[in-house]
């Protein structure tokens, strides 16, 4: 009974010729699908923040994109300036339409409620992609895909975004890339389609769930394809490696029923712009190694060793074996053994504190001229010893009595105590 009270009210000639404004007379959304079904579809629904549920209008208006929030907040004179602004320029948008279609002319269908199934079902040849980019460039441009979003921060998953540039020509829906690209179409459709054809093999964008579950192996070893094409050629190899990236399961894409990794967000791009280009990619003969996470724990030893103390103990073995040092009151292996740990106790570069570092150094130091006494007071003797001449019993070099007072200490000293 409501539903047929307003359409006698709302089809009288006074509001067909000047229009109508309903307040607060929807209050169901069987009674606003009524309406619907009658032709009476609005050009707007104003919607304050917090309105209940009982009074939001129907789905099918969200869906054509005809509700429009305002602070609820705000006061009743906001709230009506705001209305009268937004529904000014919508008008403004129906009349340009009308005048377009009557002309033969493009027209934009952003904000004229069409429903995103009825854009879909009519799309013109190019589908989702821009016409204007191919034309131009010999582009793909994806309006529906998540890259087509990522610049402006609109969402692909809402079914209105392809909506955003859209354009009806001839009784068929184009959607473009951008703004710019919209306008160029409104000026010029017909060159913008003309030799307009996808070509037959498409490109399609992949999520990271759709990358990893079953899309199979990645093509060149899961190297980025726009990587390999834009790189240099004919350089030196450690130029080319530089151009040589591992690709992502985040920045899929597959083609020709290959499945492709790309580095980052703009080669994806690129790639889905023209995938038959980098498809024709090749891997050089020489690959550079992979980035492979070293879990050092779980190497074997001797891997551990060289991953661990390799360069320090190659170090300590060189000084070892150049200055060959004998401890007096040891044998060689175990002079060898005990020179060589001091030597990496003193060299350890992890160890920061300067006052640990003076006295590991020392030791080292204590424990070298240690095994060099001995040495020392045979070339003494082999020079003579004290009957030398000119060799003064009271007043001995000063290298000559480190090295008797050291060897008279030698004996009486825990060699524990140099660690």
């Not at 304050?48 to 004179?77: K, Y």
Request: aromatic share 8%; proline share 7%.
């Amino acid at each position: 009974m409501a539903a047929r009270l307003l359409e006698l009210r709302l089809t009288a000639p006074d509001c067909m010729q000047r229009g109508w404004v309903l307040e607060n007379a929807i209050s169901s959304v069987e009674l606003a699908a009524q309406l619907d079904a009658r032709g009476l579809r609005p050009h707007r629904a104003y919607v304050a923040h917090g309105s209940p549920p009982s009074t939001a209008p129907a789905s099918d208006l969200f869906a054509r994109g005809l509700v429009v929030p305002i602070e609820g907040h705000r006061s009743t004179w906001y709230q009506l300036d705001v209305a009268e602004t937004d529904l000014r320029a919508t008008l403004v948008h129906h009349q340009r339409y009308l005048a377009a279609r009557a002309a033969g002319h493009a027209a934009a269908v952003s904000d004229l409620g069409v429903h995103p199934d009825e854009f879909t079902a009519a799309l013109g040849r190019m589908r989702t992609y821009c016409p204007v980019t191919w034309h131009r460039a010999k582009r793909l441009a994806n309006c529906v895909s998540p890259a087509a979003g990522a610049q402006d921060g609109a969402f692909p998953s809402d079914p209105r975004f392809p909506l955003r540039y859209a354009a009806t020509y001839k009784g068929e829906y184009y959607t473009m890339a951008g703004a710019s690209q919209l306008a160029s179409f409104l000026l010029r459709p017909s060159e913008a389609l003309a030799n307009a054809g996808l070509p037959k093999l498409l490109p399609t964008d992949l999520s990271v769930e759709a990358a990893t579950a079953g899309a199979g192996e990645p093509s060149l070893q899961g190297h980025c394809p726009v990587a390999l094409v834009r790189g240099p050629k004919g350089v030196a190899y450690a130029a080319r490696v530089q151009s040589i990236k591992m690709g992502a399961r985040e920045h899929a894409a597959t083609y020709d029923g290959k499945l492709y990794l790309m580095a980052n967000a703009a080669s994806k791009a690129e790639f889905l712009s023209r995938p038959w280009r980098y498809c024709k990619a090749v891997l050089p003969a020489k690959l550079p190694p992979s980035d492979i996470e070293l879990v050092i724990a779980k190497l074997p030893i001797r891997g551990y060793l060289e991953q661990t103390m390799s360069a320090l103990l190659c170090d300590a073995l060189t000084e070892l074996a150049t200055r060959r040092p004998l401890y007096p009151a040891l044998s060689r292996r175990e002079t060898a053994l005990k020179f060589v740990a001091l030597y990496m106790r003193a060299h350890n570069p992890k160890r920061r504190p300067p006052h640990l570092k003076a006295k590991y150094d020392a030791a080292l130091l204590e424990y070298t001229d240690c095994c060099g006494a001995a040495e020392k007071l045979i070339q003494f003797q082999r020079e003579g010893g004290s009957s030398r001449e000119g060799y003064d019993i009271m007043n001995p070099p000063e290298d000559v009595q480190r090295a008797n007072d050291m060897w008279d200490s030698i004996l009486k000293r825990n060699i524990a105590d140099f660690f």
